[in-house]
């Protein structure tokens, strides 16, 4: 009787080119690396944290390394390809076939 817990859907993807609304980095914008299932994304550039590292084959000294932390889902918006501004994503059929598009300027996402 295991129960599957249902994987959450976002309109943003990876690669998409997203504006952060909330929080120490608001206002900038970054490509997309990872979407995770909890919620979260990974975006270049944004939410840079200092994490301290051991030595290994990658970096034999260790020290401190500087990388991008995820972000929470509810904190970023995608980046409308018409008018540059942060929109919200609708989904509808297009040649009979599903693709997402920017709320603002009704501009497709996908090709």
């Not at 959450?8 to 929080?23: L, M, N, Q, S, Y």
């Amino acid at each position: 009787m295991n129960k599957q817990k249902k994987k959450p859907k976002f309109g943003i993807r990876k690669h998409d080119v997203v504006v952060v609304t909330a929080g120490e980095d608001k206002g900038k914008e970054g490509k997309v690396l990872e979407v995770y299932a909890n919620g979260r994304a990974l975006i270049d550039g944004i939410n840079i944290v200092s994490k301290a590292t051991r030595p290994n084959a990658a970096s034999p000294n260790g020290g401190i390394v500087k990388k991008e932390a995820a972000v929470s889902m509810s904190n970023i918006m995608l980046k409308d390809p018409k008018s540059g501004k942060p929109t919200r994503i609708g989904r509808k059929a297009v040649n009979g076939k599903m693709v997402r598009y920017a709320k603002k300027s009704g501009e497709v996402i996908d090709k």
